[in-house]
């Protein structure tokens, strides 16, 4: 696979010239004392106010200066790319794990040797977690927070948490009557972007879908299989769902969240980001993982993993693990997922945060999931899927047409990306 296929193209490099100085012009002083390691990171306010608190800690005890910069994560991703090949990046990124088997490939990011995280340290891990910072067999990072989905819903309009999927759908429906006359009485029962493979996903391992085959043991990318009883069967219990009036036309994560601040909604999907506007709206809110489908199995949400990345160039190897290891320790990774609600990959952090239920619910949830694949070909997957799922669930379109179609896109985004 050509590296330039995975980076960006050549002339992303004129990018980079302008970023950089406009970076520098900004942010930097000749007055300031020059950094002893950096790290990037595109979280949310809260969480980097907590990751600043425990690096102003490291830098206290170690009588150091390593700093902090918060990137939007919408720009962390190319800002990286462009900047860590010409050794200007940071020594440290944060980021989720599906942008592990790009930058491995692209010699972006640096395995851990085993010295450097060894199998006893790795064993204190949640397993999803490490499986997620694993590509081609080398652990390119040390996870901190892990997030699903799981169906949050209105403890005022929900009494008793329902068994099955069937079950939360027929109570939706009940309560359901999105076409009142009046605005103020217009209910929905359950609501989430059906339209996107990431929230539909858990239905879709449920049923017995998988993305690719393997061949001995591991991955084939030539084995599509998409195209399946599985996935068609999906496919038309999601259109149930749009023909049942659960789901609008244009059902978007804004809209639906919406809906569930206004207290007009009983169920939806979502993740541990939603909790601090939750708690912000003052809703009576509970979390479930989603439960078992008509076939008697689980959805199986994809495990989203955020982790610290190894700049490949860095300059402070040795410092770099060690900060990786101290935001890692369980006190500091508290202070993480307190900030976020996300769910902490250290077994031990999960011991000091018994009295935070919503983390123990979406970890539940996540026990029940699958990582979400890390490696460079899932990027050809996502849009002739989601594009499935729009024709089929929201158009009423025939799976048997659609799925054929959508597995040829992926085909030739495939040979795109390995030409």
């Excluded at 010239?17 to 900004?26: D, F, G, M």
């Excluded at 990137?71 to 980021?95: H, N, R, T």
């Excluded at 972006?108 to 590509?135: C, D, H, S, V, W």
């Excluded at 290891?325 to 307190?338: A, R, S, T």
Aim: proline share 7%; glycine share 8%.
């Amino acid at each position: 696979m050509k590296k330039n296929k995975i980076i960006l193209p050549l002339f992303c490099v004129l990018i980079l010239t302008v970023i950089l100085l406009l970076s520098l012009s900004a942010c930097s002083s000749r007055q300031e004392p020059k950094p002893d390691a950096v790290i990037w990171v595109g979280f949310s306010d809260q969480e980097v106010e907590a990751l600043k608190g425990i690096i102003k800690k490291f830098n206290e005890e170690n009588n150091l200066n390593v700093q902090v910069i918060k990137v939007p994560f919408e720009e962390l991703k190319v800002k990286y790319q462009i900047a860590a090949p010409a050794g200007l990046g940071p020594d440290i990124i944060i980021g989720p794990q599906d942008w592990i088997g790009a930058f491995g490939v692209a010699q972006l990011i640096a395995p851990l040797t085993e010295e450097e995280f060894p199998k006893e340290e790795r064993e204190k891990y949640n397993p999803a977690g490490i499986q997620g910072m694993t590509y081609d067999g080398q652990l390119y990072g040390v996870p901190i927070v892990l997030e699903t989905i799981a169906v949050i819903y209105n403890k005022d309009l929900v009494q008793k948490e329902p068994e099955t999927m069937d079950e939360l759908l027929a109570m939706a429906k009940e309560y359901n009557n999105p076409s009142a006359k009046d605005p103020s009485q217009r209910n929905y029962g359950f609501f989430y972007d059906i339209g996107n493979l990431y929230y539909s996903w858990g239905f879709f391992s449920g049923f017995g879908t998988q993305i690719f085959g393997e061949t001995d043991g591991k991955m084939d990318l030539s084995k599509i299989m998409l195209d399946s009883p599985q996935t068609r069967d999906t496919l038309k219990y999601l259109r149930k769902m749009k023909d049942d009036g659960l789901i609008p036309d244009g059902a978007t994560t804004d809209m639906m969240s919406g809906f569930f601040y206004d207290k007009k909604l009983m169920f939806c999907l979502n993740g541990p980001w939603m909790v601090v506007e939750l708690k912000k709206n003052n809703v009576n809110f509970g979390i479930m993982s989603l439960p078992p489908l008509p076939n008697g199995e689980r959805p199986k949400p994809f495990v989203g993993i955020q982790g610290c990345l190894l700049n490949k160039k860095t300059q402070h190897r040795k410092l770099a693990v060690q900060l990786m290891h101290y935001i890692n320790k369980p006190e500091n990774q508290k202070d993480m997922c307190l900030a976020s609600g996300r769910i902490p990959s250290n077994m031990g952090t999960l011991e000091l945060i018994q009295d935070q239920p919503e983390i123990l619910k979406f970890a539940e949830a996540a026990a029940y999931g699958t990582p979400m694949p890390n490696h460079p070909v899932m990027s050809a997957v996502w849009d002739p899927m989601n594009q499935a799922l729009q024709l089929v669930v929201i158009h009423g379109k025939n799976p048997e047409e659609v799925l054929p179609l959508s597995v040829d896109r992926i085909k030739q985004n495939i040979n795109i990306m390995m030409e």
